[in-house]
Nanobody
Framework: QVQLVESGGGLVQAGGSLRLSCAASGSTLSIGAMGWYRQAPGKQRELVAAITRGGSTNYADSVKGRFTISRDNGKNTMYLQMNSLKPEDTAVYYC????????????WGQGTQVTVSS
């Protein structure tokens, strides 16, 4: 089992920055790719950014050039640096981890609220 705990959310003005963290515990050696998702009120959960264990990344078009995902495997922690925030970035942000071990699966954090005021 893997436990994921997000932190770093909050209220920020448009144009500001926030840094989210996702700390993993438990069977952390089983973790492969990780990612950040977000869900705004009335909308489906969407992928924001993902990173492999080796550090390869991909981003949603809406955040390219503004957000940076990273991970420190030694600290079992993933980060999301969010710059130039916009009101449309307002959502609950969730940490996700994919397991490498059979039979596969994924884990989710409890989410952290990010609110960007105009």
């Amino acid at each position: 089992q893997v436990q994921l705990v997000e932190s770093g959310g909050g209220l920020v003005q448009a144009g500001g920055s926030l840094r989210l963290s996702c700390a993993a515990s438990g069977s952390t050696l089983s973790i492969g790719a990780m990612g950040w998702y977000r869900q705004a009120p009335g909308k489906q959960r969407e992928l924001v950014a993902a990173i492999t264990r080796g550090g390869s990344t991909n981003y949603a078009d809406s955040v390219k050039g503004r957000f940076t995902i990273s991970r420190d495997n030694g600290k079992n922690t993933m980060y999301l640096q969010m710059n130039s925030l916009k009101p449309e970035d307002t959502a609950v942000y969730y940490c996700n981890a994919q397991t490498l071990w059979f039979p596969g699966g994924e884990y989710w954090g409890q989410g952290t609220q990010v609110t960007v005021s105009s």
